[in-house]
């Protein structure tokens, strides 16, 4: 199931972005929706994530300040990203755990986008 994530750019702080994740291919349904971020030298960490339509977690640094939302009938998926800071510089991935079925079985499988570059400048 491809992924393809967009909207990253470079900002200043105090500024927004809005990220945006649309998943391609063929499955039954959506499970969750997420995003993670990965700053240079560090290990990738969860962001935040959407699940059952409307429920939402986030990570406490981002509370207050970044929204999610998604569309499972557009298999889309966004980041509203307020307020931002230096710190929140990373490489953002979205993912998606998606069922499909195969040979009469389904399955639920976790499938990554290809990253997209946020830089908060001071």
């Known amino acids: 199931v491809p992924l393809q994530a967009s909207g990253g750019s470079l900002v200043q702080a105090g500024g927004s972005l809005r990220l945006s994740c649309q998943a391609s291919?063929?499955?039954?349904?959506?499970?969750?929706m997420g995003w993670y971020r990965q700053a240079p030298g560090e290990q990738r960490e969860f962001v935040a994530s959407i699940y059952g339509g409307s429920f939402t977690n986030y990570a406490d640094s981002v509370k207050g300040r970044f929204t999610i939302s998604g569309d499972t009938a557009k298999n889309t998926m966004s980041l509203q990203m307020n307020s931002l800071k230096p710190e929140d510089t990373a490489v953002y991935y979205c993912?998606?755990?998606?069922?499909?079925?195969?040979?009469?079985?389904?399955?639920?499988?976790?499938?990554w986008g290809q990253g997209t570059q946020v830089t908060v400048s001071s």
């Open positions: 993912n998606f755990w998606v069922s499909t079925r195969a040979n009469g079985v389904s399955k639920l499988d976790g499938y």
């Open positions: 291919g063929s499955f039954i349904s959506i499970n969750s």
